[in-house]
């Protein structure tokens, strides 16, 4: 189904946004920051399972999804828990949005069609 104008533009405004946030490590690690302060509610520079728990829930919540049972938010957790010392570190985090951010520019340019010529 074509894109609406609208919808094209933000999804570009979305593409020139993560490509930029990919190139660019400042941008990328004051993003990484953001979001891992905004998760580490008790603020010792780690994530345990229930501050990654409560996060998944409220996104969730926000989005208007379903929140995931607990036994998947744990299988999260394992997956971000590189290292297996069951907390999650800022480098941990990044290794995930950066992964994370390039499917969604995949995404972007699978729906965006190629700039067409005049
Ligand atoms: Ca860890």
New binding site residues.
Partial sequence: MPLKPEEEAELRYTYDALITLLSDDSAFDAVLHAVFTNIDSKRDG?LDHKELQRYIAETCEEMGLEAPHRSQCRGIFRQ??????????TE?LGVFLRHFFQEQVAICALKLRPPRRP
């Fill in positions: 780690t971000l828990d590189l290292n297996d010392d069951n907390a999650i570190s941990e």
